[in-house]
T-cell receptor, first 113, second 110 residues
Framework: GDSVTQTKGPVTLSEGTSLTVNCSYE??????LFWYVQYPGEGPQLLFK?????EKGSNRGFEATYDKGTTSFHLQKASVQESDSAVYYC????????????FGKGTHLHVLP | DMKVTQMPRYLIKRMGENVLLECGQD?????MYWYRQDPGLGLQLIYI???????SEGDIPKGYRVSRKKREHFSLILDSAKTNQTSVYFC?????????FGPGTRLTVL
């Protein structure tokens, strides 16, 4: 069946360093891909939708491009800040149901000042 | 201001008691959801509601039921709560696949 697999955390970085959270997906359909972020004590919130293959989605300095060849859509940020400490989820839209999505297990990011 | 609210935020119940979790949204979204979140398991879909009185089981509906009598309100009911239903419960609403989540309810069943 359809699935997403992402970097297993926790990931600990120092402020100012770069971030990559790897995510790959499996689906036989044309994928709809998202990144969500969850800050402590809050619900997940949509970070951005990754548009078509080889196009970049971005928000708040984070970006992702999905590669149809490798079925991946890694999340990247050039310079993380302490306020980026959160759990990041890659999400695959369920191609059989426009309202359902499949969440990855989440990657916990700690950014040290 | 687009918002999903959840009440209560924290709840402690004893095994066998009934539990009612409430969710509201002010965006007139037709579709609403209940998820639970557990360490190591991520977010699991319990129920989807496509509109008033139009509800569908998600991936883990056993032990739960839902009620949606108004578009802006969606309730999750646990009849005779079990200890393995201790979790954080999130409500969400959406137009399509991009979702707005509430702040969560932390339920502890003793």
């Amino acid at each position: 069946g359809d699935s997403v697999t992402q970097t297993k955390g926790p990931v600990t970085l120092s402020e100012g360093t770069s971030l990559t959270v790897n995510c790959s997906y499996e689906t036989k359909q044309y994928p709809t891909l998202f990144w969500y972020v969850q800050y402590p004590g809050e619900g997940p919130q949509l970070l951005f939708k990754v548009p078509k293959a080889n196009e970049k989605g971005s928000n708040r300095g984070f970006e992702a491009t999905y590669d149809k060849g490798t079925t991946s859509f890694h999340l990247q940020k050039a310079s993380v800040q302490e306020s980026d400490s959160a759990v990041y989820y890659c999400v695959l839209g369920d191609p059989t149901n426009a309202y359902k999505v499949i969440f990855g297990k989440g990657t916990h990011l700690h950014v040290l000042p | 201001d687009m918002k999903v609210t959840q009440m209560p935020r924290y709840l402690i119940k004893r095994m066998g008691e009934n539990v009612l979790l409430e969710c509201g949204q002010d965006m007139s979204h037709e579709t609403m959801y209940w998820y639970r979140q557990d360490p190591g398991l991520g977010l699991q879909l319990i129920y989807i509601s496509y509109d008033v009185d139009s509800n569908s089981e998600g991936d883990i509906p056993k032990g739960y039921r839902v009620s949606r009598k108004k578009r802006e309100h969606f309730s999750l009911i646990l009849d005779s709560a079990k200890t393995n239903q201790t979790s954080v419960y999130f409500c969400a609403s959406s137009l399509l696949q991009g979702k707005y989540f509430g702040p969560g309810t932390r339920l502890t069943v003793l």
